[in-house]
């Protein structure tokens, strides 16, 4: 049984910054690439960044390229993201999920998915 936790959404301004964390539970994270999704309201579920098993590989989409990261510590279980210089347009429920492969950008590709985290950006 896979379980995934998000953490470490807020309300944040404009130009702000959040980290988010996934703990993953399973003896085999260090195995999975690892993503991460947002869902706006009345939107479909987006595509933000993927990682590959090793930490070595990330690959993001358009719109956060240069301003979030994403990272993972196998150690510990756990997936990041670093945002920076946060829009009012990233405001969604952020989720994580275990990816088939890498990169993974749809999410049909991912078998796994955590609750999500509220991310609020106000202008």
């Known amino acids: 049984q896979v379980q995934l936790v998000e953490s470490g959404g807020g309300l944040v301004q404009a130009g702000g910054s959040l980290r988010l964390s996934c703990a993953a539970s399973?003896?085999?994270?260090?195995?999975?690439?690892m993503g991460w999704f947002r869902q706006a309201p009345g939107k479909e579920r987006e595509f933000v960044s993927v990682?590959?098993?090793?930490?070595?590989?990330?690959y993001y989409a358009d719109s956060v390229k240069g301003r979030f990261t994403i990272s993972r510590d196998n150690a510990k279980n756990t997936l990041y993201l670093q945002m920076n210089s946060l829009k009012p347009e990233d405001t969604a429920v952020y989720y994580c999920?275990?990816?088939?492969?890498?990169?993974?950008?749809?999410?049909?590709?991912?078998?796994?998915w955590g609750q999500g985290t509220q991310v609020t950006v106000s202008s």
């Open positions: 999920g275990v990816a088939l492969f890498y990169p993974a950008t749809h999410p049909s590709n991912y078998n796994y």
């Open positions: 399973g003896r085999t994270f260090s195995s999975w690439s």
């Open positions: 990682i590959e098993s090793n930490g070595v590989s990330t």
